[in-house]
């Protein structure tokens, strides 16, 4: 009788060689809920809905068709700049500027259709100059310089801010543009900015269109481009990125000036569907749009934050925004409110990243 | 539907077509530095060919790190020559360098934290399918490249999604010099890629280096360790206060001169009848200056 031995080795061998089949081994999987969690833009998706459901609790005309197209609406117009804002912000740098250089716009596109008796739609297109030129300016400083972008665009900030007013005042007399409504081009150019159409007996806003065209265009150029890679790369670590040949100076500037690009259609949405511009407007907005990029996952310091985040974050504005109003509360609320929920969702999203990503 | 890759400086192409035996990709002739009054770096002569391991050994500002900034393009020589291929070159940008095929895997600055593996291997160079409005990341290919690249230097990873973040020191190290290697190189700069690791890390990578070095690389391998140095060296020079203190070759020098010329060569000699006098100074370990024999590198006159 012999006994066959049957020795187990001691240790399981390592998996045979092949490619994608060997594995390190020493790292677990996490269960995919835990790794959906500790998605920042998994976290604002669920404060967003926590939201919607209270206010659709507590105020009963939100659940109306038309109101829900009302609060999408203000979302559209925080959420399309809140994209080049966290673009930005990805990218390391943040512009204090970007509220009232929408104003700029709006004011640059009134004034030069008006004053020289022209097509709207050359307004438009200097407007669109200006507010390139204002992002290659406060980019071109940053690069230059090398001073944080908190400096340089708080000096744009204040600078625009005044020649906003000093200006307008100066050409108009007034602090108001005047109304261009009958003006050749106005028809066309607001049917493209400030139009709306209908939707089984809503009207819905086009700008909800253009918020979600270019927040699908921000994830796929973030993922899917080379220059999504460099945005990450630059906000991520400026000095290894210069190192292995990114073009950080070329990435920033054009930051900039995409959030340019987002200011110039926001203030055309403003001038076509208002008439006139109010050359006071537009400070504090430029916080809105920061918060609404942080709340949507994006790291304040760079390069971590994704473009569908400030979707929801803009969401989650538009709806505190419009709820409290069909709640019947004081409007006033709205500020504190606000602060509450950023408080509320940047403590919750780094509460679920670390408990996701506890090792 | 062509791969392209990024800038198209790179591609496997280069490996190929390195030039004979024996003559010098990278070659300083009493190159310099000064930045404004500070003479950071004087009269350095260091040549790189190809299968071979140039150890640069220095202590901590003896300008180890102005001399790969100035191979590395990101910062210009003021004196002497700087050839490449034996042509007299000036580079402006590391991209210039990258051009030339000379990468530099820094200490610290090789990688984005926060990046996955697979991207961080490909930064500034990534690779593209489609016509240019839809000019998009390929993605796949990346990956597979990375993951088959990482497999040849010996380095098998979980998962390259993870952020480069979370490797150790040793494998981020591995990583960047097999993204080096894989890029063409022909000259790899090795910014004192031990220095932060543990002993067994530091094998790791300097079994890398050997494994580059086969691959037909010059390698100049910065370090403070003469014992990291000797292990794959096959020249040494020691830098000391801006200026070569020695250039020898391997067969002229051995570990010990090595380290004696790091600790403070010939000037620790000079101390040692002084530091005799002194109590508790153990100087029977320390060599007489005749015993240093290795050719000692002349300065010029007038150096620092």
């Not at chain 1, 060689?17 to 081994?25: F, L, Q, S």
């Not at chain 2, 180890?64 to 002497?80: A, D, P, V």
């Amino acid at each position: 009788m012999s006994v066959t031995q049957h020795a187990e080795p001691a240790v399981t061998a390592p998996p045979a060689y092949g490619p994608g089949k060997e594995t390190d081994g020493r790292t677990r999987r996490r269960p995919l809920a835990l790794q959906l969690l500790a998605r920042p833009e998994v976290g604002v998706f669920l404060g967003a809905v926590a939201v919607f459901v209270f206010f659709l609790v507590a105020a009963p005309p939100v659940r109306d068709g038309s109101s829900m197209a009302n609060i999408l609406y203000q979302s559209s117009t925080i959420g399309i700049m809140a994209l080049p804002v966290a673009l930005l912000m990805i990218g390391g740098e943040f512009d204090l500027s970007a509220g009232v250089a929408v104003i700029t716009s709006a004011l640059t596109a009134s004034m030069v259709a008006f004053q020289l008796s022209m097509n709207v739609w050359v307004g438009v297109l200097v407007a669109l100059i200006v507010s390139l030129a204002v992002g290659l300016f406060n980019g071109w400083m940053l690069v230059r310089t090398g001073l944080p972008s908190f400096l340089i665009t708080l000096g744009s900030f204040l600078i625009l801010q005044g020649v906003n007013l000093a200006v307008t005042k100066l050409i108009t007399g007034n602090v108001a543009t005047d109304d261009i409504s009958d003006m050749d081009g106005f028809n066309q150019a607001k049917k493209i900015f400030a139009s709306s159409f209908d939707v089984g007996g809503v009207q819905v806003k086009i700008t909800i269109v253009w918020w979600l065209v270019f927040a699908a265009l921000a994830t796929w150029v973030l993922l899917r481009t080379k220059y999504g890679n460099w945005i990450f790369a630059v906000g991520g670590n400026k000095e290894s990125a210069r190192a292995v040949g990114v073009p950080v100076n070329f990435t920033k500037i054009s930051l900039f000036m995409l959030v340019g690009f987002g200011a110039w259609f926001v203030g055309m949405h403003q001038l076509f569907s208002f008439n006139t511009v109010q050359s006071g407007e537009g400070v504090g907005q430029e916080l809105i749009y920061i918060a609404a990029a942080v709340i949507g996952g994006c790291l304040l310091t760079g390069g971590s934050g994704s473009a569908i985040g400030p979707v929801f974050g803009a969401f989650m504005f538009g709806m505190v925004q419009q709820g409290i109003v069909y709640a019947g509360w004081n409007p006033d609320w709205f500020k504190a409110f606000l602060g509450v929920m950023l408080l509320g969702a940047t403590l919750i999203n780094l509460w679920v990243s670390r408990a996701a990503t506890r090792r | 539907m062509t791969p392209t890759n990024g800038t198209g400086t790179h591609g496997a192409v280069l490996q190929d077509t390195e030039p004979e035996d024996g003559s010098a990709v990278v070659e300083l002739r009493n190159a310099g530095k000064a930045y404004g009054n500070i003479r950071a770096l004087h009269g350095v002569n260091l040549t790189v060919r190809p299968g071979q391991v140039t150890c640069v050994l220095g202590d901590n500002g003896a300008g180890k790190s102005t001399l790969i900034k100035i191979i590395s393009g990101l910062h210009q020589h003021t004196e002497g020559e700087f050839l490449v291929d034996n042509t007299p070159v000036r580079f402006t940008t590391p991209r210039d360098a990258l051009d030339k095929g000379i990468a530099t895997v820094y200490q610290d600055l090789a990688t984005v934290p926060l990046m996955p593996v697979w991207r961080n291997f490909f930064l500034g160079s990534e690779m593209t399918r489609g016509p240019w409005p839809l000019r998009r990341l390929d993605i796949e290919k990346m990956k597979k490249t990375a993951d088959h690249e990482l497999r040849e230097m010996g380095i098998v990873l979980d998962d390259l999604e993870q952020p480069i973040g979370t490797l150790s020191g040793g494998q981020r190290q591995c990583v960047a010099i097999a993204r080096a290697v894989y890029f063409g190189a022909r000259v790899l700069i090795l910014d004192e890629p031990t220095a932060a690791l543990g002993v067994k890390q530091s094998g790791v990578v300097l079994k890398y280096i050997a494994a580059a070095r086969d691959r037909g690389l010059g390698v100049i391998f910065i370090t403070h360790n003469p014992h990291h140095a000797y292990m794959v060296g096959d020249h040494f020079s020691v830098l000391r206060l801006g200026t070569m203190e020695l250039s020898a070759s391997r067969e002229q020098v051995s570990l010990e001169e090595l380290t004696n010329h790091m600790a403070g060569g010939t000037e620790l000699a000079a101390l040692k009848h002084e530091l005799a006098q002194v109590r508790g100074v153990d100087v029977e370990e320390l060599p007489e200056e005749e015993d240093l024999t290795a050719p000692v590198a002349t300065a010029p006159e007038g150096s620092a």
